[in-house]
């Protein structure tokens, strides 16, 4: 699968990325980086754990990274997730929903990147 491929199989846009990165080359590059971050399994600890503000920085950093990758559908579910979470000192009881959906995108992203060629 080709770059471009990648981001139409997971709703980002690669327009934006090719103009923030300026190639494949680079773009492949940071792509394959993200599943050697430790942020979503700091995120699924801290939820399973009741911790707000370490799922805060978690899924804060993960958002970061989707934006900076251009990874739409991933970064808009991580948004609202942080938002969510933003000063909070407990989980809401909803946080249960929105750590699913950023899994199954973070799932969706990963998937992919072993189909990247």
Excluded: W
């Excluded at 993200?34 to 939820?47: H, I, K, Q, R």
């Excluded at 958002?63 to 909070?88: F, I």
């Amino acid at each position: 699968m080709t770059v471009n491929e990648f981001y139409q199989k997971v709703d980002g846009d690669y327009t934006d990325a090719i103009n923030r990165l300026q190639s494949d080359v680079l773009i492949r590059k940071f792509l394959k980086m993200l599943p050697g971050d430790n942020s979503m399994t700091l995120l699924a600890e801290a939820v399973e754990k009741s911790e707000a503000e370490q799922a805060f920085r978690a899924v804060h950093t993960l958002k970061g990274m989707a934006l900076n990758l251009s990874l739409s559908a991933l970064a808009e579910v991580c948004s609202a997730m942080t938002e969510l979470l933003r000063g909070k000192e407990a989980l809401p009881a909803e946080t249960g929903q929105y750590y699913d959906a950023v899994r199954r995108e973070y799932e969706r992203v990963r998937e992919a990147l072993e189909e990247l060629e």
